[in-house]
């Protein structure tokens, strides 16, 4: 049922833009004004994946299949299809009257109820994919169609949802997340890019026993954990668990009291935190902590203090590619940007040490939705790159969804380990930190 898996997240990347739309139109009628780039890439992302991928997908698989296996779902699966086939001229209506109010010929105020409509239609949709088909697919599907399903959905070659087109429309996302209005984006006027290739190798970081207090309380008990060259490892838990703790000792900046940490094949357990991250770790930490009262380049500059000088100036411009939004107020205090924006340069900082091992602490803390997903596109995207990565969140089914492995903080210790699917499937996981 990893076909699920995959609608269930698109899913929730489209009621995401939806809600982020929706806190828009009002201020749109408000001042009468309409950001026509951004919402031209939002109707790019329906138009390109929603209408050309996503429901053709659904119609020549999992819906085919329901139908046969379950006659009585006829009429709700008569409804989806005949939605999936008005969808590109309901959107194309949409693209109209955007062009209207370019134009003069349309006021703001047909534009805006158009949207609403064309939403709400987009989240009842959702809900009764979520709410009816997917319980009874479920049920009445056999192993053989599931097996079908799947083999489709997860085909690597396949132009829909193989791994380039997973690219593209991870592109398509970052940009609608870059050209948002500051209030839910980064509020950029151009949307940079994510891209490339990957793999996973020996085994880069080795923890074992590691130990470490805040004078008489003992936050982290014996954790042991490695990551391999490449990978991707979640560390998910409750605020307090330790996930902070074990980063900021990770990186030396808190002592550790027992234990030991290896990393690419050397003892680093007694080096100092600039000693580390001279060998390659590198931290976004918790709540950005960016310089406020430097500019946004020095802030990045700063990242890259132990690097040659000779690369500094390259290793800019990739981040400044990556958020066109900072190159665009480079020279502006980091104090001055919003949180979001503030998010995108702490990780850019990072960026600029040239890290072996990325420490991500919190990276979606107190973010609006559009920006929480794109903080996992960026972090997809490094993936890809074939950047090693720890992240920890708080957002566990998000972390978990993008990661190749992940462990399960209570208290200082590890209870859980695994792929990110099998703990997402995990009855325990799901009920203390999924809310399922």
Known sequence: MEALNIIK????????????????????????????????????????????????????????LLRQRCPEAANVLDRLDAEHRNAPLN??????????????????????????????????????????????????????????????????????????????????????????????????????????????????????????SYG??????????????????????????????????LSGVQPMGAGKIVFDGEDISKLRSDMRMRRGICQSPEGRQVFGPLSIEDNLRLGAYTQPKTQVEGDLEKVFAMFPILKEKRRLPAGTLSGGQQQMLAIGRALMGRPKLLLLDEPSMGLAPLLVEEVFNVVKALKAQGMSIILAEQNAFSALA???????????????????????????????????
Do not use: C
């Not at 492995?405 to 210790?413: A, F, K, N, W």
């Open 9 to 64: 997240d698109e899913h929730r990347n489209l009621w995401r833009i939806a809600i982020t739309l929706e806190q828009l139109i009002a201020e749109m009628e408000a001042d009468g004004k309409v950001d026509h780039a951004f919402l031209g890439s939002v109707f790019d992302y329906f138009e390109q994946f929603v209408d050309h991928f996503h429901h053709p997908k659904e119609d020549d698989f999992l819906f085919r």
């Open 91 to 212: 959107l194309q209506t949409l693209r109209d009257k955007l062009a209207g109010t370019a134009s003069g010929r349309s006021p703001v105020a047909d534009l805006a109820e158009g949207l609403r409509q064309y939403l709400a239609g987009l989240k009842e949709h959702i809900r009764i994919e979520e709410k009816d088909v997917f319980p009874l697919a479920s049920e009445k599907l056999t192993a053989a169609d599931w097996k079908e399903i799947d083999a489709a959905f997860l085909n690597h070659a396949d132009p829909v949802f193989g791994e380039q087109a997973k690219a593209e429309f991870r592109e398509l996302f970052h940009r609608v997340a870059s050209l948002a209005p500051v209030s839910v984006g980064l509020g950029g006027r151009s949307a940079g890019e994510l891209q490339a290739p990957a793999g996973q190798g020996d085994v880069l970081l080795s923890v074992s026993g590691l130990e470490s």
């Open 216 to 249: 008489r309380i003992k936050a982290l008990k014996g954790i042991s954990l490695e990551v391999r060259r490449g990978e991707t490892v979640a560390l998910v838990g409750a605020n307090g668990a330790g996930k902070t703790t074990f980063l900021r000792t």
């Open 402 to 436: 993008i990661a190749d492995r992940g462990y399960v903080l209570e208290t200082g210790s590890i209870t859980l380990t695994g792929t990110g699917r099998e703990l997402i499937a995990d009855e325990q996981v799901r009920a203390a930190y999924l809310g399922m």
